[in-house]
T-cell receptor, first 113, second 113 residues
Framework: GAGVSQTPSNKVTEKGKYVELRCDPI?????LYWYRQSLGQGPEFLIY????????DSGLPNDRFFAVRPEGSVSTLKIQRTERGDSAVYLC???????????FGPGTRLTVL | GDSVTQMEGPVTLSEEAFLTINCTYT??????LFWYVQYPGEGLQLLLK?????DKGSNKGFEATYRKETTSFHLEKGSVQVSDSAVYFC????????????FGAGTRLFVKA
């Protein structure tokens, strides 16, 4: 079946702009995670959804970052007033409700000029 | 907080050489441990996992044993191939309502023919 998909694959924006990154999880997966991977580093946890609700948003770096999952499937990560330091690959992963194995999407590479 | 430390790369080996990538962790509870692999131009894939002490995870000739007494989860392979060239990430997750994953910084492996 289809894996996790993320769009766009690449996003270039200017400092101060607003961006939205989309994640389509595997059908039937109720858990959804966002991570950020900076160059040469491992992925860093941002936020976790169980169904429609954000169960753990402790990894969001500041209030410019926000994520939603209104119908318990597709999720959107929103970044306001982007800064050059936000440049990274943003990864989405999904899993079954109590599954420890997460399936990762290909990521969105965000570049803030 | 929880953390993962893995050996720095890059690691360069000749084909058929023995591979070890060291990984140690710090956790407050009883985490599950993982090795993920990122091949050039591809997304993050789960390579193997172990969910409790003394468990051995294995896949594609790779193995790692969950050692609680030394808080380690070293990755080994007896005979590497050129196709094993990739970045390898050690990771842990604990059931904190979800399974947010903490990753190490990654170890890049180059295998020469």
């Amino acid at each position: 079946g289809a894996g996790v998909s993320q769009t766009p694959s690449n996003k270039v924006t200017e400092k101060g702009k607003y961006v939205e990154l989309r994640c389509d999880p595997i059908s039937g997966h109720t858990a959804l995670y966002w991570y950020r991977q900076s160059l040469g580093q491992g992925p860093e946890f941002l936020i976790y959804f169980q169904g429609t609700g954000a169960a753990d948003d402790s990894g969001l770096p500041n209030d410019r970052f926000f994520a939603v999952r209104p119908e318990g499937s597709v999720s959107t990560l929103k970044i306001q007033r982007t800064e050059r330091g936000d440049s990274a690959v943003y990864l989405c992963a999904s899993s079954l409700e109590r599954g420890i194995e997460q399936f990762f999407g290909p990521g969105t590479r965000l570049t803030v000029l | 907080g929880d953390s993962v430390t893995q050996m720095e790369g890059p690691v360069t080996l000749s084909e058929e050489a023995f591979l070890t990538i060291n990984c140690t962790y710090t956790a407050t509870g009883y985490p599950s441990l993982f090795w993920y692999v990122q091949y050039p131009g591809e997304g993050l894939q789960l390579l193997l996992k172990a969910t409790k002490a003394d468990d051995k995870g294995s896949n594609k000739g790779f193995e790692a044993t969950y050692r609680k007494e030394t808080t380690s989860f070293h990755l080994e392979k007896g005979s590497v191939q050129v196709s094993d060239s990739a970045v390898y990430f050690c990771a842990l997750s604990e059931n904190t309502g979800g399974f947010k994953t903490i990753f190490g910084a990654g170890t890049r492996l180059f295998v020469k023919a």
